[in-house]
């Protein structure tokens, strides 16, 4: 039997939001050592390029290579990856790219105008991104997926070329992510990580070319540095733990609930795990299938630790509370494990991404449901969105006035630029102003 208690809150109690705002409260681990380590390598790698990359790629990832061709995963390696991979493992990747491929063929925006009785057009072209860099986490882990989910909407958009780079400790390079990069297509593979990789990629070196964004998950010091290029590059977001929040009205099997819970609690002790639902039994009985399934589950450590520090069972009196306290948590995943899903969703205002009804576990959307898993974290629902299509196209406003259009808009931005005191501004529209 489980020791493991998780948090309980009420609803009702007059300390509850207080309660919620500390247990959603997380700190960055980062600090100012870790913010001057991080300083320190962007300077080395904009300044020396190659050779700083190939030093802190020997010195933190336990390697000795000679220079940087020693360091780049040729097509020869991803497709030799791709064979040798168990034929389900490869069946699997392929039929979740296609899934992935399948949905965000929906997002792609098109280039659009139109004209105004004057003759004037106005429009927007959009236009994909030269070339992303994507990171992939390295070493002990394994994010395959990772690959497909950043790779696929960047491909649909029409992004020309992706550079993929993905630490490869002590020199152990894993066949699935590779397999994945040749599924998906990446142009060119680095085995670098760190903040040394993310300055190779915002600032360009002699063999690592420059790109435009930089997408993809890491740990404190990879984030830290993509904070500190955002501006030379663009960047996905700057992700903290994983979150899941789980609403159900106490007729789903709390073995499941139990599962659900336990799918973000295993990715780390700062992952947060949380369950709302307006029957204080049902609670209890999920607390029970904790404690049944906590001592089986092979990352039993990292569970634990996650739910007693961060996890939450939240007794609601209805599902109108329970969408009020979902809309404050803005949570990275949403499971609405409830007779009528619809109902909820029309009020459902923040949230990542929402798995609906009994059947949907998150953990599909994690590999193959077709959505992306990129997804904003630590309440960023509220204002940003899954990673898209849309994020490697940008827009660019089209204008074009016709004779009588300029005049008309003329004497409009000639007023207004007058009264801000920018008379070049007025000219430049009055020349254009019919007498």
């Known amino acids: 039997m489980s020791d493991l208690a998780v948090k309980r809150l009420d609803y009702s109690d007059t300390n509850f939001w207080d309660e919620m705002k500390e247990l959603l409260s997380w700190e960055s681990v980062s600090d100012e050592a870790v913010d001057k380590t991080v300083r320190d390598i962007l300077a080395d790698v904009r300044k020396r390029g190659d050779a700083a990359v190939v030093e802190y790629t020997n010195r933190f990832d336990r390697m000795s290579v000679p220079n ?27 039929f979740a790219t296609e899934r992935l491929f399948a949905y965000h063929e929906h997002q792609v925006s098109e280039t659009w105008t139109y004209r105004e009785p004057d003759g004037t057009m106005l429009g927007q072209k959009v236009t994909p991104l030269d070339r992303v860099g994507l990171y992939v986490p390295g070493g002990k882990a394994t994010y395959p997926s990772s690959v497909l989910m950043n790779a696929v909407p960047a491909k649909v958009a029409g992004v020309r070329e992706i550079i993929m780079v993905v630490p490869t400790p002590d020199g152990e390079v894993n066949d699935m992510v590779l397999a994945a990069a040749a599924i998906v297509g990446v142009d060119r593979v680095f085995a670098i990580g760190g ?29 830290t540095a993509k904070g500190k290029v955002f501006g030379t590059v663009g960047i996905d977001m700057i ?62 450590t990292l569970i634990r630790k996650s739910l007693a520090a961060r996890g939450a069972m939240i007794l609601v009196a209805d599902m109108e509370q329970a969408v009020e306290v979902v809309n404050y948590v803005a949570p990275e995943h949403l499971e609405l494990s409830v007779e009528e899903p619809d109902d909820l969703l029309e009020n459902i205002r923040h949230a990542g991404a929402v798995f609906m009804g009994r059947y949907t576990a998150e953990a599909v959307g994690d590999y193959c449901a077709g959505p992306n898993h990129v997804l904003p974290t630590s309440r960023t629902a509220r204002f940003s969105s899954p990673l898209g299509v849309y994020d490697f196209q940008k827009r660019s406003s089209l204008i074009m006035c016709s004779a009588a259009g300029a005049s008309k808009l003329g004497e409009t931005a000639s007023i207004l630029a007058r009264g801000e005191g920018l008379t070049a501004h007025a000219r430049s529209a009055e020349y254009r102003i019919k007498s």
């Not at 993310?198 to 070196?205: D, F, M, P, Q, R």
């Not at 979150?243 to 099997?253: F, M, P, S, Y």
Request: a negative charge.
């Open 195 to 223: 903040a040394q990789a993310v300055a190779a990629l915002a600032y360009g070196t002699e063999t690592v070319p420059q790109v435009d964004k930089i997408v993809g998950p890491g740990n404190i010091y990879v984030a």
């Open 68 to 94: 940087m061709a020693a360091l780049e995963i040729d097509q020869a390696r991803l497709l030799g990856a791709l064979e040798r991979i168990d034929g389900d493992v490869r069946q699997s990747l392929e």
């Open 239 to 300: 992700a903290g733990p994983s979150e899941i929040l789980v609403v159900c009205d106490g007729k789903t099997n709390p073995d499941w609930i139990a599962m659900d819970l336990f799918s973000q609690a295993e990715h780390d002790e700062d992952a947060q795990s949380i369950l709302v639902s307006p029957d204080a039994e049902f609670l209890d009985k999920v607390q029970a299938s904790i404690d049944k399934l906590l001592p089986e589950m092979e990352r039993s």
